[in-house]
């Protein structure tokens, strides 16, 4: 018996009503286990602009602080969509979070479901029976660098990467490798980047304290070929943020449905579960919005919280709903259940 | 009938013998059509390295300014695969010769070929009827930006693009998209960088000069899902150096197999034609490799010569070869023909 303090941040469009079937699945867990989750929701992305002009408000980033760990919706709103220049956009708040609560590592499981094979652009064969994870590292490289405008009318970014900013994901990426099949693949560019000839210099020297784990070097551009050609090769795959940002993406095409992957993004203090996809805001208030994403994170947020055997038992739930066809519309679209519905269901068999 | 000097740059690995394909056809044209090509071959890559120390000798260089379109193989072998770090390595003599002689722009049409649908890894019906092309920039940014490490002991690459290197590719990508079916994508990360917010300005400044081409931003983690999701939805892709990297060889998947994608580097003045695939060490003198690529990329240089009659014959003459099966064991396993056949073929029916 536990108690737990979870900050809620639901954010944008279907973010609201996503986190809300995670919670429904949390209750259920804390009932079940008797344990207590205190939740605590705020402002984050668009809303948080209309409410305090501040995507990111410090009330949140305090919150955030306190917590033992945070659930995110999404964010991103239309108005934002066709101006990427403005001065204030919702992304902004998802780039501070990440940089002010030090959120380094980005992990993304990736499973092919057998109830979704059908659904995914790749033939099954190709991708039946894979488990793979991304560990994209989120605080550095090219998104946090100093970017501008020269005097010329040039425009630059500068990617950076120190030794322990790759020392700490590689670490957990490794660790990672080690509890699973073993085999740990770098993804970088390092036939052209410096950053990435650092990187695999760092992974390299610490491939030695992880001896039982395989290491593979692959250059990002093959590696888009082989994440879609032969998924299963792929155990834990480490990268840097922006090859992580497209590759992840990418690899979501796997599971046949962006609704279904979660994401954890880990700091050293402070985790952040969230759904991969985004604030998807034309389903908004429809009931179509499928909740497994967000469950599933909750379901990485309870393993964080060393609660694994409810983490297992939401993955199980979750199971039943696709085994019997529990789904919203994009995956079941003849008989279709609502956002609540499939909530409650996996609640149900929590 | 004309007379055109091409300057062959077989490179290393099979670059050779399916270069040699490429010419066999080459050979047939000029006869069919009362044309001379006066052929020249000239070291690259690892081959360049042993006879001379230097990827891109100078002779090379010279040779390609010379000449009227530049037909070049592959290049890389094994011996440098695992070093990234090692001091002179093949590529180097690629990217030099991108940026010496100007070659702004790499051009990749992407076709699923009926006769291959089954080959790929995608689903057939995503994409059956799929014909775009990526513009790729190719002599900028993080590419050929300043790189080093500092004295703390981190790693930096420096992206950075100016108005006129994006004008130019855009223009030529903008003018293939008005004789196509007139849509551009212009794939970027404009809600994270600098250099991509640049890139939507100049696209969005140029968009009222072809006012027939509709033009949609996609952001790059998005395109690598949609390019394989939704492959049809593509007329021209324009992108940056690295992001054209990684899109350019995933959408190679939908071909169905590397060895049927050509592609041409297009500068000011020269222009270099050369298939995607890589130089394939392993199968190297075996008779398996594909020729199609380079025979596919001498026909884009004929259409870069002006000779569209001649180009189609030899796209009809490649049709021909995958109806009637005639390919290389990854495309036929059950009763291959050897490089020389297909290439012999292909000429025949020129
Ligand atoms: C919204 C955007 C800034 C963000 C990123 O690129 O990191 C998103 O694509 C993601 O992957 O979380
Ligand atoms: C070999 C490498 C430097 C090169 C690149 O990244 O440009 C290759 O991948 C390509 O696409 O031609």
């Known amino acids: 018996m536990v108690t737990k303090k979870i900050a809620l941040l639901p954010g944008d469009g279907i973010g609201p009503e996503v986190c809300r079937q995670a919670v429904k699945v949390l209750d259920a867990v804390a009932e079940r286990f008797g344990h207590r989750f205190e939740f605590s929701s705020h402002l ?18 305090a919150a955030c602080r306190a917590a033992d760990a945070v659930l995110f919706g999404a964010i991103g709103d239309p108005k934002y969509d066709n101006d990427p220049t403005a001065k204030v956009r919702p992304e902004q708040g998802l780039l501070r979070m990440r940089k002010e609560l030090g959120l380094f590592a980005n992990i993304r499981p990736v499973t092919a479901y057998q109830a ?5 652009p790749l033939k099954s064969d190709r991708i039946e029976g894979t488990d793979l994870v991304i560990f994209r590292e989120l605080t550095g490289g090219i998104y946090f660098g100093e970017k501008g405008r020269n005097a010329d009318g040039s425009a630059y970014d500068n990617c950076t990467y120190s030794r322990p900013e790759i020392v700490r994901i590689a ?41 039982d784990v395989t290491v593979d070097y692959l250059f990002v551009d093959n590696a888009a070929m082989q994440i879609i050609t032969n998924p299963k090769q792929f155990d834990v795959v480490l990268t840097e943020n922006m090859f992580g940002d497209i590759i992840s993406d990418e690899a979501s095409v796997i599971a046949g449905s962006m609704g279904l992957l979660p994401s954890a993004s880990v700091g050293a203090e402070v985790a952040v579960f969230e759904p991969i996809h985004g604030s998807y805001p034309q389903a908004k208030g429809k009931g179509i ?43 079941n679209p003849t008989a279709p259940y609502t956002t609540e519905q499939v909530g409650s269901y996996v609640a149900f068999w929590i």
Request: with cysteine.
């Open 44 to 61: 984050v992305g668009a809303c948080a602009i209309d409410a305090t002009g501040n995507p990111l408000p410090d009330e949140t980033l």
């Open 116 to 120: 979704l094979l059908k659904h995914s």
């Open 171 to 211: 670490n957990l990426a490794f660790q990672s490798a080690a509890s699973r099949r073993k085999h740990l693949t770098l993804v970088d560019k390092a036939n052209v980047l410096e950053t990435s000839r650092l990187w695999r210099e760092v992974v390299r020297e610490l491939a030695p304290q992880y001896s």
């Open 289 to 331: 919005a499928n909740p497994l994403a967000a469950i599933l994170s909750a379901a990485m947020l309870l393993d964080h919280l060393g609660l694994t055997a409810e983490a297992a038992l939401v993955r199980e739930a979750v199971d039943e709903a696709l085994t019997n066809q529990i789904l919203t519309p994009e995956l």
